[in-house]
C-alpha cells in the first residue's frame, strides 16, 4: 500500500496545449497510449439552418491535463495534436489534485449554460469586485502574469491588480 501512495504522489497533473480544435482527438489518443487525461467538456446546442443539436465542446478550448510522472513528460508527444506542455514561471505548470477535483465537481453539478471560460485581454472593461478598489470600474491596458494593469478613469491612474487576490468581472 506504501509503494502505490508512492506512486500516486509522483502523479502530477501538467497541462497540454493542443491544435485548435484537436483537444478530444488527443484525449482519445493519450488515454489509447496508457496516459491518464482529463479533457473537461460542456454540453451545448448548436444552432444549424436546418436542425438543433446538443454537442459536447471543450471547456478549455486547446488545452487537455494528463497525470504522469516528470520523467514520462515527453511520451506525450507520440501522438499527434500534442503541440507542447504549458509553462509557468519556465517550469511546466502543474495543476492541483484538489483543482481538478473542483472542476469534475462543477461539470457534475451545475447546468452546463452558466459555466463559460473567458480570458480577460487589453482594452476589455472590468469591474473590480474586492479589496481596497472594489465596486470600481476601470480599462485593462497590460498584462504580465496573473497581474494587470487598470486603468481607472475616475481616478486618473493606472492600478496593478493581482488576479490571485482580487476579484473583477468583466462589464
Known sequence: MET?????????????????????????????????????????????????????????????????????????????????????????AVVKDQEIQAIKDLLDHYDHKTISVTQLETSDRIKIKSGSLAETDGEIVGKQGKKIYVHIESLQMTVTVDLTQTEVSRL
Open 4 to 92: 502505490q501512495n508512492n506512486i500516486e504522489t509522483q502523479l502530477k497533473w501538467f497541462v497540454l496545449y493542443t491544435k485548435s480544435r484537436n483537444e478530444k482527438i488527443v484525449a482519445e489518443r493519450l488515454s489509447q497510449i496508457g496516459i491518464e487525461v482529463f479533457c473537461p467538456v460542456v454540453k451545448t446546442t448548436k444552432q444549424w439552418s436546418d436542425r438543433k443539436k446538443t454537442i459536447e465542446e471543450p471547456l478549455f478550448k486547446s488545452y487537455v491535463f494528463v497525470r504522469l510522472e516528470e520523467k514520462h513528460r515527453a511520451k506525450v508527444f507520440e501522438v499527434q495534436g500534442v503541440v507542447r506542455y504549458l509553462f509557468w514561471l519556465r517550469q511546466a
